[in-house]
């Protein structure tokens, strides 16, 4: 029976890995190695918004970095609520879309808690990342009066991680009961939950 993977004139087929028959295998030619994954996506993008923002509210700001194509800029807690109206009303920023706004928890940390907002401009297609760190305890001014959506987002980081806003209309839990102990997506929360955390929810 013939073997199908022969070349039909007969000759011998090359070995795998290998040149001619006979003949050592050339050597691939060198590939120059590719940029590191986590280096690239920290490279720097040109980016108007962030240009626009360096301009009018400079001296908010403590520290630009970049991640997938986004700018991310650390802001003073004193500022937050100016940088934002500044980024929606803006003509060339024009970041009406609060996309989300949440917290973020570092205990090693000298300012263990953090927010993030996450800026989108629909008509431009440009995108921003804000944050402001925080002490233990320390508040930060809402952003409600910037935009109305802020009010739940705010609402779930000070029911998450205990984020306390500052001038917040209506600031109470909005996923968990007010009873409850603790703020479940800190570090130091029991991967359990606390004695007694769930009884209420679990029938008999």
């Given at each position: 029976m013939t073997d199908p993977s022969e070349p039909k004139d007969g000759t011998t087929p090359p070995a795998p890995g290998g040149g001619a028959e006979g003949t050592p295998a050339e050597k691939a030619p060198a590939v120059p190695p590719?940029?590191?994954p986590a280096a690239a996506a920290a490279a720097e993008v040109p980016s108007a918004a962030l240009d626009r923002l360096k301009a009018a509210c400079g001296e908010g700001i403590e520290e630009v970095s970049f991640f997938a194509g986004v700018?991310?800029?650390?802001?003073?807690?004193?500022?937050?609520?100016?940088?934002?109206?500044?980024?929606?009303?803006?003509?060339e920023t024009d970041m009406k879309y609060l996309s989300s706004l949440c917290g973020a928890h570092y205990p090693d940390r000298p300012g263990p808690l953090?927010?993030?907002?996450?800026?989108?401009?629909?008509?431009?297609?440009?995108?921003?990342?804000?944050?402001?760190r925080l002490a233990e305890e320390e508040t930060v001014p809402t952003v409600t009066g910037v935009w109305r959506t802020a009010d739940w987002h705010e609402r779930e980081a000070f029911?998450?991680?205990?984020?306390?806003?500052?001038?917040?209309?209506?600031?109470?839990r909005i996923l968990l009961p007010?009873?409850?102990?603790?703020?479940?997506?800190?570090?130091?929360?029991?991967?359990?939950?606390?004695?007694?955390d769930h009884k209420i929810y679990r029938r008999e």
């Amino acid at each position: 029976m013939t073997d199908p993977s022969e070349p039909k004139d007969g000759t011998t087929p090359p070995a795998p890995g290998g040149g001619a028959e006979g003949t050592p295998a050339e050597k691939a030619p060198a590939v120059p190695p590719a940029e590191k994954p986590a280096a690239a996506a920290a490279a720097e993008v040109p980016s108007a918004a962030l240009d626009r923002l360096k301009a009018a509210c400079g001296e908010g700001i403590e520290e630009v970095s970049f991640f997938a194509g986004v700018p991310i800029v650390r802001v003073k807690k004193a500022e937050i609520e100016r940088v934002c109206r500044f980024l929606k009303d803006d003509p060339e920023t024009d970041m009406k879309y609060l996309s989300s706004l949440c917290g973020a928890h570092y205990p090693d940390r000298p300012g263990p808690l953090e927010v993030v907002y996450h800026l989108y401009s629909i008509t431009k297609n440009h995108r921003l990342e804000l944050k402001v760190r925080l002490a233990e305890e320390e508040t930060v001014p809402t952003v409600t009066g910037v935009w109305r959506t802020a009010d739940w987002h705010e609402r779930e980081a000070f029911d998450m991680y205990g984020i306390r806003f500052e001038g917040h209309p209506n600031l109470k839990r909005i996923l968990l009961p007010e009873e409850w102990s603790g703020h479940p997506l800190r570090k130091e929360y029991p991967l359990e939950g606390n004695p007694g955390d769930h009884k209420i929810y679990r029938r008999e």
